[in-house]
């Protein structure tokens, strides 16, 4: 075997960097971990493989999420953009679909695009819904928008023109002409985004490619000459929002499809785990320093949306690409406490990051956090934080704590500190219930996976506000999602919108379409990388009643193709949308809206090994602690130092290298055969 043996993986968070490594001669995986380097992400990523002690020089593969495609659309931090469109639709992207969530919010505000109405241009070109060329692109109308682009020095440029999605000849000679005529500005067409109808969602979509392109492709840029200083000759691959890998060179183009790429890898993750220990429904409960997260697997596969709001349903912009639908909010380790209006205590979802970070932290935060109330109330060690690298300042934080939340309350500081914690649970509830609840599913029925940096710490919490029975902590929670990367396969997805009426499906035609993106779809996989095991495809079909606006996703067995069997394309519709929405009618008549299919070739994985056996008499120290306000001698084991069948009740603390796990009164956790912490929640 050559010199280049190890599978590097880095997920960059908004306060830490997580680094997994296997090394494919021996089958281990090594971990590291460092504080996120705001101003040049890819020194963290350095860092922590130096902690983890190898070099990119000995990687034949490096995988990579990161934040920073949606911190730059959510801090509004990206390029100087121009949108070039139809004429007479240069206003759809501000109209947008005229919702208003909260009808009687006197406080209601519109969502805001990302390029100014001064900065839309106009050309005479148009197609007809069916494809047809009413008016031709004229070359004249784009150089004249050139000149006015160069005026105002555009950054950046996005194309989409009406009907486009049946028909990308205006849509690409416009892109070619733009990037001859404006070689440093970054272009970007919506075709090659998004071949579905609906026009506002697709100009949305293009347009945040093209706003956050220039800084993402400057990003990888430079962790692609980084990676040469360091010797590193391997693939460089980007996880996608589907949990999927793809190159980093059609990453620098299409980056809007990595906007969740590290929240993805943590429930492909979660995935593999359940299809491990033999589990088919599974909530993903992923706590970092910023924000905490859910996706939900159904039935041993990840729940995925072709549609999802950036920056909440009232306010957000939609994005039309395929991915996983995760849930988020703006509550981490390191969001900010602070005193709100009528004396109230608000938590999030401003973060201390990790610059400068929560107090305790000692680099010069002085905004409490909900990582110092976990330090106060005894649930973190300050010499064991990160395995002792790093020692946590307990007076400073209880005197900051006091002085900014504890006396302005009237409370003791480790009543203030309890409050920050609740207020923080309640909140991380309401995500997992918008994956569940809002989806059909019913949380009391699924375990939880939580993992992250402070996962574990609060997902007890969690779980009893949504009644649920059991927690499962993996191995290494605070590295889950850099594993997630390490197990995720290459994958491509294509959507076409095609209006058939179902009883019309003519499968001939569909085969004919959907193998041609499928041969696409393989050539794009055997070029991202030669380590492909083998590659598989799955279908679905967007449906719906016939009159009905909105449409489900349903995944069609490859049999149902085969056997051009439509009753059981129609039965599978029935029981999506009675989960989905409650009810079905089997006499109703039902049509497509577009057709899916997703290629995904299959990488060499990382296996889980079992664990030895407990032994009788394991050591633990213990901490004083508080719960409901009184002190107590808690137990503390160190996760590593238990085998399979330990077994222990609540309250304790389970503690390991990047994360701590709480256990409250009643509760019972044992370790599985491959080292999973299996929690039975008290809910009592």
């Not at 050591?619 to 409901?628: E, K, P």
């Amino acid at each position: 075997m050559s010199l280049a043996h190890l599978r590097i993986a880095a997920d960059v968070g908004g306060t830490f960097t997580d680094i997994a490594i296997f090394d494919e001669k021996s089958g281990h995986i090594q971990l590291g971990k460092s504080l996120t380097t705001a101003k040049k992400l890819v020194t963290g990523i350095q860092n922590g493989v130096s902690r983890a002690g190898e070099s990119f020089e000995k990687a034949n593969l490096f995988l990579h999420g990161t934040t920073v495609a949606i911190n730059t659309l959510l801090e509004r931090s990206g390029a100087k953009t121009a949108l070039i469109t139809t004429q007479g639709f240069r206003d759809i992207y501000e109209i947008g679909r005229i919702n208003r969530p909260e009808a009687y919010n006197l406080f209601f505000k519109k969502h805001k695009p990302l390029i100014d109405r001064y900065l839309r241009f106009e050309v005479s070109e148009r197609l007809l819904n069916d494809g047809a060329i009413l008016r031709p692109l004229k070359y004249d109308e784009l150089e004249k928008i050139a000149v006015e682009l160069e005026i105002n020095q555009i950054e950046s440029v996005c194309i989409i023109f009406m009907h486009s999605y049946l028909r990308s000849d205006h849509e690409l000679l416009a892109k070619e002409f733009f990037l001859k005529r404006l070689p440093h500005v970054f272009v970007s067409a919506s075709y090659e985004l998004s071949q579905e109808y609906r026009e506002y969602e697709r100009t949305s979509t293009v347009a945040a490619n093209a706003y956050i392109g220039p800084r993402v492709k400057s990003y990888l840029s430079g962790v692609v000459s980084h990676l040469k200083e360091q010797q590193f000759s391997g693939h460089f691959l980007i996880v996608q929002s589907t949990g999927g890998l793809y190159s980093v060179e059609q990453a620098q183009r299409e980056c809007i499809r990595m906007i969740e790429s590290g929240p993805a890898a943590g429930l492909i993750a979660t995935k593999e785990l359940c299809n491990f220990i033999g589990i088919k429904d599974a909530i993903a409960f992923d706590m970092g320093g910023t924000t905490a997260k859910s996706g939900v697997i159904l039935n041993g596969e990840v729940l995925m949306t072709s549609n999802s709001m950036i920056g909440g349903y009232a306010e957000g912009l939609p994005i039309q690409i395929p991915m996983i639908d995760i849930q988020e909010v703006g509550t981490g380790g390191g969001s900010i406490a602070r005193i709100g209006p009528a004396n109230s205590l608000r938590v999030g979802p401003q973060s201390a990051g990790s610059e400068p970070g929560p107090v305790c932290y000692g680099l010069g935060g002085e905004e409490p956090t909900v990582t110092d109330a976990n330090l106060i109330l005894g649930r973190l060690s300050a010499e064991r934080f990160l395995g002792g690298e790093m020692k946590l300042d307990e007076d400073l934080c209880r005197r900051l704590f006091d002085e900014k939340l504890a006396r302005p309350l009237g409370l003791t500081v480790e009543k203030a500190a309890e409050g920050v914690i609740k207020i923080a649970a309640a909140t991380m509830s309401n995500v997992v219930k918008r994956v569940t609840t809002e989806r059909g599913v019913d949380a009391r029925d699924f375990p939880m996976v939580a993992f992250g940096g402070a996962g574990p710490l609060h997902a007890l919490l969690v779980a009893k506000e949504l009644k649920i029975r059991e927690v499962i902590i993996p191995n290494a929670p605070g590295h889950f999602s850099a594993y997630g990367m390490l197990v995720a396969n290459l994958r491509r997805d294509y959507v076409r919108t095609l209006f058939i009426n179902l009883q019309e499906f003519d499968f001939d035609q569909i085969e004919q379409i959907l193998k041609a993106l499928e041969f696409e779809g393989r050539d794009e996989i055997k070029n991202a990388s030669p380590t492909v095991a083998g590659i598989s495809i799955s279908r679905g079909l967007d449906m719906r009643y016939i009159g009905q606006e909105h449409a489900v996703t349903v995944e069609i067995p490859m049999s149902a193709y085969e056997n051009k069997d439509i009753m059981a394309i129609k039965s599978a519709f029935d029981k999506v949308h009675l989960q989905r929405y409650g009810y079905y009618s089997d006499k109703e008549s039902a049509e497509i809206v577009s057709i899916r299919t997703s290629v995904t070739g299959q990488m060499p994985k990382p296996t889980l090994t079992n664990l030895a056996s407990h032994k009788d008499s394991i050591q633990h120290q213990t901490r004083i602690s508080y719960f409901d306000g009184k002190a107590q001698s808690v137990p503390v084991y160190w996760r590593p130092d238990l085998g399979a069948g330990f077994e222990a009740h609540g309250p304790a603390f389970i503690e390991e290298y990047a994360s701590t796990t709480t256990l409250f009164a009643n509760d019972i956790v044992r370790v599985d055969e491959v080292g999973n912490l299996r929690i039975q929640v008290s809910n009592d």
